[in-house]
C-alpha cells in the first residue's frame, strides 16, 4: 500500500522481467478495459512496457512510440482496441477535443498513456498508474498503484 492507495511494488533486474511482468497483466481479462496511466523519466521503460504489453495481447507488426502522433491504435487478433497515448508534447486542452480523445476514453478498449501529467486536467482517473524509476545500477523500480474499483480488482489478480 501507498499511503490508502492499494499498490505493487516491483523490482525489474532486466527487459525480461519487464516482459514478464507485462505478460501477467496481459493474461488478465479486465485489463483489456483499463486506463493505465505510465509515469518516469525520459528513458524510464514507460514505451518499452507498452510493447511488451501489447505483444502479450497479440499485437502483431511495428510498435512505435506515439511522441509525435499523441496516439496509436492497435488491434489484438482477440479483444478490444488498444489506443497507446504519449502526452509529452500535450500543451493545449482544446487539443483534447479537436482529436476526439473523449470519445476514446469513453470506448471499450485498452488506453495506456505516457506522461499523463501533461494531460491531467482532461483525462479521466487512472485505473491502474504505473511509476517506473531508473535505478543508478540501471534497474527499474515500479509502484503499480489502483484508482479506481478496476484498478484494484486488477491489482489483487496480481
Known amino acids: 500500500m501507498v499511503g490508502s492507495t492499494p499498490a505493487l511494488r516491483l523490482a525489474w533486474a532486466g527487459e525480461s522481467d519487464t516482459a514478464a511482468f507485462a505478460g501477467r497483466l496481459a493474461a488478465l481479462p479486465d485489463v483489456r478495459e483499463a486506463f493505465i496511466a505510465l509515469k518516469g523519466d525520459l528513458g524510464a521503460g514507460k514505451t518499452t512496457f507498452v510493447r511488451h504489453l501489447l505483444r502479450a495481447l497479440?499485437?502483431?507488426?511495428?510498435?512505435?512510440?506515439?511522441?509525435?502522433?499523441?496516439?496509436?491504435?492497435?488491434?489484438?487478433?482477440?479483444?478490444?482496441?488498444?489506443?497507446?497515448?504519449?502526452?509529452?508534447?500535450?500543451?493545449?486542452?482544446?487539443?483534447?477535443?479537436?482529436?476526439?480523445?473523449?470519445?476514446?476514453?469513453?470506448?471499450?478498449?485498452?488506453?495506456?498513456?505516457?506522461?499523463?501529467?501533461?494531460?491531467?486536467?482532461?483525462?479521466?482517473?487512472?485505473?491502474?498508474?504505473?511509476?517506473?524509476?531508473?535505478?543508478?545500477?540501471g534497474r527499474r523500480s515500479a509502484t503499480l498503484a489502483a484508482g479506481t474499483p478496476l484498478g484494484r480488482r486488477l491489482l489483487k489478480e496480481l
Request: no cysteine.
Open 58 to 137: 497479440g499485437v502483431a507488426g511495428r510498435i512505435k512510440s506515439p511522441t509525435y502522433a499523441v496516439v496509436e491504435p492497435h488491434q489484438p487478433p482477440h479483444g478490444l482496441p488498444v489506443w497507446h497515448f504519449d502526452f509529452y508534447r500535450f500543451d493545449d486542452p482544446r487539443e483534447w477535443e479537436d482529436a476526439g480523445f473523449r470519445d476514446l476514453f469513453a470506448t471499450p478498449g485498452l488506453k495506456l498513456a505516457e506522461w499523463p501529467d501533461k494531460a491531467a486536467a482532461v483525462l479521466p482517473p487512472a485505473d491502474l498508474r504505473l511509476d517506473i524509476e531508473v535505478q543508478e545500477d
